[in-house]
């Protein structure tokens, strides 16, 4: 299965950015967006260290508690 996060980019050089998600930091390669470059304050998904696509702030937001919900539900 795979899985791809969403994150905030938080800054960008060349064709890495700096993204946070749920105050995770990571560097991450924006490589596979050169067809639609990202901003600082996007969000994408990040699948293995690669921003995929851009998603709209809700649908991280939505993503987020989704996540939390199955973490919270797997310690149960």
Do not use: N
């Not at 700096?18 to 901003?39: H, I, N, T, Y």
């Not at 260290?49 to 919900?69: N, P, S, V």
């Amino acid at each position: 299965m795979c899985l791809a996060i969403p994150m905030q980019i938080e800054s960008i050089e060349g064709f890495t950015a700096r993204c946070q998600a749920k105050g995770v930091w990571r560097d991450v390669s924006l490589f596979m967006m050169q067809d639609e470059p990202p901003a600082i304050g996007d969000f994408v998904m990040v699948h293995v260290g690669y921003a995929i696509q851009k998603i709209a702030e809700a649908d991280a937001r939505t993503t987020w508690e989704l996540l939390d919900q199955i973490l919270e539900e797997s310690r149960a």
